[in-house]
């Protein structure tokens, strides 16, 4: 999936809000189909605790890198 933003001219509301749902429906439907390449987010129950931040620092590299 590869989507490109061209901020070359101003969009109407109504252009903007149909932008958004195809951009939107192409990314669930690319998860859907190959959910192997889903980013897994971690998770810990609230109050249960803290990451490590070696973890953070896992998590975080890849996401911000591509």
């Given at each position: 999936?590869?989507?490109?933003?061209?901020?070359?001219r101003i969009e109407?509301?109504?252009?903007?809000?149909?932008?958004?749902?195809?951009?939107t429906s192409?990314?669930?439907?690319?998860?859907?189909?190959?959910?192997?390449?889903?980013?897994?987010?971690?998770?810990?129950?609230?109050?249960?605790?803290?990451?490590?931040?070696?973890?953070?620092?896992?998590?975080?590299?890849?996401?911000?890198?591509?």
């Amino acid at each position: 999936m590869n989507i490109r933003f061209t901020p070359s001219r101003i969009e109407t509301w109504e252009e903007l809000r149909a932008r958004i749902l195809a951009e939107t429906s192409a990314f669930l439907t690319e998860g859907l189909r190959q959910p192997e390449f889903a980013v897994r987010i971690p998770t810990i129950p609230s109050g249960g605790g803290r990451f490590p931040p070696s973890l953070a620092a896992a998590f975080w590299q890849p996401v911000l890198s591509e």
